[in-house]
Structures are given as C-alpha cells and as structure tokens.
C-alpha cells in the first residue's frame, strides 16, 4: 500500500490549507484513514481519523477548525485545515489502519507533508 500526499505548505496565521492524501494498493473494506501531525521535538499525535462509515475523530486541538473527509471509492481523505495556528505547525502525515482477511492489522504512513504557519 502506498499514500502520497500533497497540499501543504506556507500560509498565515487565520489561513487555510487542504491535505490530500491517495492510498493505492489493495485497500481492505475494515479501514479507518487519518491524519496525524509531528512537530520539532515532540512526538506524533493524532490530528483527526475518518472510518470507511464516516465517523469521525478530531484531537480537541483542531475541532471546530479542521475537516476530515474521504472518498470510499477513490481510497482517498482529506483535511481541510481553517484558522490555522502557529502551533499547527508540523509535518503531517497521513494514515491508514486496514484489517485484512486474517484479521491482522496493518497500518501504512505516507511521507509526510509540511505545514507551517507564520504568526
């Protein structure tokens, strides 16, 4: 399974920006997609996480603030990132965690993509 991402980058504190992420490969039905961020010297945490149902899961962080979305059809989610803060600042990456048919889960990331907000 492969995620390549793209969308971020450089934007003002108050700004907007969307993640996109295509995961390609065999995608089994059981997954949930997300996003999760890393900034310098801390530890990876969760930004938000999306089932194929469409239930979603937000860090208190970013709610109200950041969307989560995905296309069943496309293996593919989104985050749509509004009033951004400096310490939104991190490199985000994106997620998927798949149950095959073996029940074993398997969790794939992608590379990763910068966001930085500018104060």
């Known amino acids: 399974v492969q995620l390549v991402e793209s969308g971020g980058g450089l934007v003002q504190a108050g700004g907007s920006l969307r993640l996109d992420c295509a995961a390609s490969?065999?995608?089994?039905?059981?997954?949930?997609m997300g996003w999760y961020r890393q900034a310098p010297g801390k530890q990876r945490e969760l930004v938000a996480t999306?089932?194929?149902?469409?239930?979603?899961n937000y860090a208190d962080s970013v709610k109200g603030r950041f969307t989560i979305s995905r296309d069943n059809a496309k293996n593919t989610v989104s985050l749509q990132m509004n009033s951004l803060k400096p310490e939104d600042t991190a490199v985000y990456y994106c997620?998927?965690?798949?149950?095959?048919?073996?029940?074993?889960?398997?969790?794939?990331w992608g590379q990763g993509t910068q966001v930085t907000v500018s104060s």
């Open positions: 490969g065999t995608i089994y039905s059981r997954n949930t």
């Open positions: 999306v089932t194929r149902g469409g239930s979603t």
């Open positions: 997620k998927t965690e798949m149950i095959n048919y073996l029940n074993i889960v398997l969790n794939y």
